[in-house]
């Protein structure tokens, strides 16, 4: 069963950066659109972003031209570059599949900006 891992969280101040990634095992990695989601404390786990196998990338417009998602499907990872960051994108981010089956979540990440 595949499982993810995310890492690269952590305390920000607003207008800062951080890069997120997201390790998955098992060989079916490349084949799999993969998304970025994120939870703020009380709220839905809402998409933020999204890569296709072939590289074509979707953002939601909240982030969009703040946030860049790549991968690199040799080490079956996906990223996540968060620009320009603001309070409002404090949350725990998650990555997962796109499309069914999705995959077990991982336990996130925490991001939190600070004003």
């Known amino acids: 069963q595949v499982q993810l891992v995310e890492s690269g969280g952590g305390l920000v101040q607003a207008g800062g950066s951080l890069r997120l990634s997201c390790a998955a095992s098992?060989?079916?990695?490349?084949?799999?659109?993969m998304a970025w989601y994120r939870q703020a404390p009380g709220k839905q786990r809402e998409w933020v972003a999204t890569i296709t196998s072939g590289g074509i990338t979707h953002s939601a417009d909240s982030v969009k031209g703040r946030f860049t998602i790549s991968r690199d499907n040799a080490k079956n990872t996906v990223y996540l570059q968060m620009n320009s960051l603001r309070p409002e994108d404090t949350a725990v981010y998650y990555c997962n599949a796109v499309g069914f089956p999705s995959w077990p979540w991982g336990q996130g990440t925490q991001v939190t900006v600070s004003s």
């Open positions: 098992g060989s079916v990695f490349s084949i799999r659109a």
